[in-house]
Every structure is written in structure tokens, then in C-alpha cells.
């Protein structure tokens, strides 16, 4: 029902930028939360922020606060993240997903979550 593709990944300096984009096809409804994970290697799955797709509201992790902005573009069924400040520990694979059935929660915990894109590398060089 709903394919979630990301890209933007790649190598950056510590300190330096990159934009994340999640593209989702099939169908997104406005009642959907769509959050961003990551996951090094022997680490599990982590929260780093969602957003509301209806209201635009978002949370983040308390790692990512300051750093990182979370938004959607509707007509382009695409959610984006950007990141600034970025550190070496910041590397890792990063996913998309997508809740269909949102309630006020924040909703921070991958089994939330039925969606998933194929994940991004982000690597972060010191």
C-alpha cells in the first residue's frame, strides 16, 4: 500500500550537513505518523524524530535536539530531515517509516511502525 524510498545519504566531514528525503508512494493519509530511525552496526534500531504528516507536529531524540529538523512537503508525499553539526557517532544506516493509525502519541519505538524504506548510509568522518 504505501512504498517508502530514501536517499540523500553519503560521506560528510564532522561538523557538516546533509538532507535526508523520504518519497512515499501508493497512499499517505493525513492521520499518518512518519518517523526516522537509524542503526549502526551491532546496535539496534533507534529513534531519531517523527512527524505528524495532518498537523506538521514533530519530536525528536534527545541526541538530535538542536541538530536536526524534521518536515513534510504534502504535495510531494515527501518527508525530510535535516541534519547540521553532525558528529562521527552519527553514522549509521537511516530508515523511513510510516504508521498508518495515529493516535497523540509520539509514537518512538520501531515496532510502531509498519512501513519501512530501504535505509540511507549516513558516515560521518572525524
Known amino acids: 500500500q504505501v512504498q517508502l524510498v530514501e536517499s540523500g545519504g553519503g560521506l560528510v566531514q564532522a561538523g557538516g550537513s546533509l538532507r535526508l528525503s523520504c518519497a512515499a508512494s501508493?497512499?499517505?493519509?493525513?492521520?499518518?505518523?512518519m518517523g526516522w530511525f537509524r542503526q549502526a552496526p551491532g546496535k539496534e534500531r533507534e529513534f531519531v524524530a517523527t512527524?505528524?504528516?495532518?498537523?506538521?507536529?514533530?519530536h525528536y531524540a534527545d541526541s538530535m535536539k538542536g541538530r536536526a529538523t524534521i518536515s513534510r512537503d504534502n504535495a510531494k508525499n515527501t518527508v525530510y530531515l535535516q541534519m547540521n553539526s553532525l558528529k562521527p557517532e552519527d553514522t549509521a544506516v537511516y530508515y523511513c517509516?510510516?504508521?498508518?493509525?495515529?493516535?497523540?502519541?509520539?509514537?518512538?519505538?520501531?515496532?510502531?511502525?509498519?512501513?519501512w524504506g530501504q535505509g540511507t548510509q549516513v558516515t560521518v568522518s572525524s
Open positions: 517509516a510510516a504508521r498508518s493509525f495515529s493516535g497523540s502519541y509520539y509514537y518512538t519505538r520501531p515496532r510502531d511502525y509498519a512501513y
Open positions: 501508493g497512499r499517505t493519509f493525513s492521520s499518518y505518523t
Open positions: 512527524i505528524k504528516w495532518g498537523d506538521g507536529s514533530t
